[in-house]
């Protein structure tokens, strides 16, 4: 980097990939600017419905620290399911487990020679994501989860910042030899994501049941007829970074220990109709372009129209527990029947620039008709 990267440079990076969430993407930014520099950061917790961008997050985060050669010796990271922690591995505990993953990223990414004062630097400037740490909930269906408890007191090892003695080998004058290495946790940069999908109807019914101080706010909507004429209604609109109080955590089963080790949490916003359209036409891993690749091996070309696209965006804003996802579930359900015989695809049309397979609005319509 010819110039020091600062919270705003992360910001404008991860926006690229990261689309909508600015106010997490602000918060994320100082943490890794924070991390990058080695001052205290404050390890961050994601709250989100499934589809709205957690693991595209720590996804980017891994392009940022592979962006600049200065930032190589952040590159090792991982991301785990939190369930894969909660499983015991007879002979090893869970914070072993974890820095053995690490170990093994940092060999991949650095070769297998390397000395116990590489390694060390290497582990203690790792990031750790978790993903799905609500499944390590300690309570479920109402009942005591031993093994969500277990995982998170490993995990709060880690998060407090505490020295671990880590045993491994490591060469020095070109001898693998064994080695104790004691890590600094408190280095170590954790980003846990999670759905938290029981969370949002736990704190609706505190609200709607009156169980404490909170109440739903209303809101008036204005709505402008043809005609000229106005109507005002009120509604009452639920989003759960309104509402949520950390004691909401700690009944969902979060320890308390263990949400006061994140100086960070934040809420992911469901993504709207223009976000998803521009994820459906923009983003690498879209349906729309992996699709398109596979007419392309055919030698025939998938065109979407913009009308169509926005109505496949439209219809995957209305299902908003699942994100980003609802744009694959939708398109691929479209595309099914024209993948699998696309030369007798009545769709399929001969143009000037050879075979094409045309998607247009009425098409989607009819598709998602048939699917109500």
């Known amino acids: 980097m010819d110039q020091p990267l600062l919270p705003v440079d992360i910001d404008a990076f991860l926006a690229k990939r990261v689309l909508g969430q600015p106010d997490l993407l602000r918060r994320i930014s100082v943490s890794l600017y924070k991390h990058i520099n080695g001052l205290p950061a404050p390890n961050v917790l994601l709250i989100g419905n499934s589809g709205t961008g957690k693991t595209t ?134 980003v846990c994501g999670g759905a938290f999908e029981e969370l949002y109807d736990q704190v609706y019914a505190c609200l709607v049941n009156r169980r404490d101080d909170r109440r739903l706010k209303e809101v008036s909507e204005v709505e402008r007829r043809a005609d000229g004429s106005v109507s005002v209604r009120t509604v009452t609109k639920f989003k759960l970074r309104d509402y949520l109080r950390l004691a909401d955590l700690f009944a969902y089963g979060m320890m308390p220990q263990f949400v006061s080790r994140f100086g960070s949490i934040a809420m992911l916003d469901d993504l709207g109709k223009e976000e998803l359209l521009q994820i459906f036409l923009s983003a690498g891993n879209s349906p729309l372009r992996l699709c398109a690749d596979y007419f392309r091996h055919m030698g025939i070309t998938l065109r979407l129209t913009r009308e169509a696209a926005v109505a496949v965006a439209e219809a995957a804003a209305k299902n908003s527990r699942i994100g980003a996802r609802a744009l694959r579930e939708i398109f691929n359900g479209l595309i099914a029947p024209h993948e699998f015989d696309p030369y007798h695809s009545p769709l399929l049309a001969q143009t000037e620039s050879g075979p094409t397979l045309t998607l247009d609005a009425q098409t989607v319509a009819q598709y998602l008709t048939r699917m109500e």
């Open 57 to 190: 997050l720590m996804q980017a985060i891994t392009d940022l620290y592979d962006s600049s050669d200065a930032l190589s010796c952040f590159r090792v990271m991982v991301i785990v399911n939190a369930n894969t922690l909660a499983v015991e591995v007879e002979g090893e505990d869970r914070t072993t487990r974890l820095f053995r993953k690490l170990e093994a990223r940092a060999r991949v990414l650095f070769g297998s020679a390397l000395t116990a004062a590489q390694l060390a630097g290497y582990l203690e400037n790792a990031t750790v994501c978790v993903d799905e740490v609500d499944k390590i909930s300690g309570r479920v269906s109402d009942k005591a989860n031993v093994a969500g408890i277990t995982t998170q007191y490993a995990l709060l090892t880690l998060l407090e910042g505490e020295r671990f003695l880590y045993r491994t080998t490591v060469t020095e004058n070109g001898c693998e030899v064994e080695a104790e290495l004691t890590l600094d946790t408190g280095k170590l940069l954790f």
